[in-house]
T-cell receptor
Framework: NAGVTQTPKFQVLKTGQSMTLQCAQDMNHEYMSWYRQDPGMGLRLIHYSVGAGITDQGEVPNGYNVSRSTTEDFPLRLLSAAPSQTSVYFC???????????FGSGTRLTVV | KQEVTQIPAALSVPEGENLVLNCSFTDSAIYNLQWFRQDPGKGLTSLLLIQSSQREQTSGRLNASLDKSSGRSTLYIAASQPGDSATYLCAVRPGAKETSGSRLTFGEGTQLTVNP
């Protein structure tokens, strides 16, 4: 199993550009989430999904969109990048409420 | 709203010491608590998962305890080594209604340095 795979690992965007951060898992996990990690603010939930076709907002959803068309994939879209979205983004997945989460290695995004 | 606090924020110890990292949470309605390790510039590696019905979990030199009623967990590291230097994060999985069990609430972490 590859676990949770995030691409790209690094990305530099200009303000106003759009892009998609990819996340894929091969563990047949139902639950998938996106977090951003910022110094002094810890990890904050952006969006999450409890299964294909079901998504919901987390703590900091503004400026981001998600969709879950398959169990394996949970892409995060930045609609119009802003410098405030400079961060490290982590995708995570889990089988159920009782299990632990597995995290990807992260995407380091810089918006200039 | 669930809040998770980790104390201390940073800790520096000599090699070989036994140490304790603390995690507290405000809402005791949780499914489980998970301890992670994060090396600089890397992702999160799961260390231990404690279910709400459990009191402790052990893996090698690591032991995590959970006192759900008081909203506390501790991570005990025995005979610390320089390779243990990293940031340690605790996260709780809410066990309340709706889909809250699908998310984690994190503390800000304890940055551990073990000096040779």
């Amino acid at each position: 199993n590859a676990g949770v795979t995030q691409t790209p690992k690094f990305q530099v965007l200009k303000t106003g550009q759009s892009m998609t951060l990819q996340c894929a898992q091969d563990m047949n996990h139902e639950y998938m989430s996106w977090y951003r990690q910022d110094p002094g603010m810890g990890l904050r939930l952006i969006h999450y999904s409890v299964g294909a076709g079901i998504t919901d907002q987390g703590e900091v959803p503004n400026g981001y969109n998600v969709s879950r068309s398959t169990t394996e994939d949970f892409p995060l879209r930045l609609l119009s990048a802003a410098p405030s979205q400079t961060s490290v983004y982590f995708c995570a997945s889990s089988t159920s409420d009782r299990d632990g989460y597995t995290f990807g290695s992260g995407t380091r995004l810089t918006v200039v | 709203k669930q809040e998770v606090t980790q104390i201390p924020a940073a800790l520096s110890v000599p090699e070989g010491e036994n140490l304790v990292l603390n995690c507290s949470f405000t809402d005791s309605a949780i499914y489980n608590l998970q301890w992670f390790r994060q090396d600089p510039g890397k992702g999160l590696t799961s260390l231990l998962l404690i279910q709400s019905s459990q009191r402790e979990q052990t893996s090698g030199r690591l032991n995590a305890s959970l006192d759900k009623s008081s909203g506390r967990s501790t991570l005990y590291i025995a005979a610390s080594q320089p390779g243990d230097s990293a940031t340690y994060l605790c996260a709780v999985r809410p066990g309340a209604k709706e889909t809250s069990g699908s998310r984690l609430t994190f503390g800000e972490g304890t940055q551990l340095t073990v000096n040779p």
